[in-house]
């Protein structure tokens, strides 16, 4: 009998071990998660502006961006709430934007 008491107290030990430990594991996460979303509020604050000056030119990041969509939903018919992912590439000696919509549509505009 004493070596069932002894299994018994041991395995009881083993649980609350256990369980400290898991609570020892949440508590870090949650500082980890705390801690990750106090640093995307930071960035999302920065306020930055793109331009693009070449030549005696100088267009913005939005203008760009506005450009893009326009000529998608006017010159290809394309619906605003179907553009998902609009990728462009600028190069200004060409005076060219190239685009890819949605990972498929491909083409360019001038700047």
């Given at each position: 009998?004493?070596?069932?008491?002894?299994?018994?107290?041991?395995?009881?030990?083993?649980?609350?071990?256990?369980?400290?430990?898991?609570?020892?594991?949440?508590?870090?996460?949650?500082?980890?998660?705390?801690?990750?979303?106090?640093?995307k509020k930071t960035a999302a604050t920065v306020k930055t502006k793109?331009?693009?000056?070449?030549?005696?030119?100088?267009?913005?990041?939005?203008?760009?961006?506005?450009?893009?969509?326009?000529?998608?939903?006017?010159?290809l018919g394309m619906s605003a709430a179907d553009l998902k992912s609009l990728d462009l590439y600028v190069k200004p000696e060409e005076?060219?934007?190239?685009?890819?919509?949605?990972?498929?549509?491909?083409?360019?505009?001038?700047?």
């Open positions: 009998m004493a070596q069932v008491k002894k299994a018994a107290t041991k395995s009881t030990k083993e649980a609350a071990t256990k369980k400290t430990t898991a609570k020892k594991t949440t508590a870090k996460k949650t500082t980890a998660k705390k801690t990750t979303s106090a640093v793109i331009e693009l000056q070449y030549g005696d030119k100088d267009i913005s990041y939005d203008e760009i961006v506005k450009n893009a969509k326009n000529y998608l939903t006017k010159e005076n060219r934007v190239y685009y890819v919509a949605n990972g498929k549509e491909a083409g360019s505009f001038e700047l």
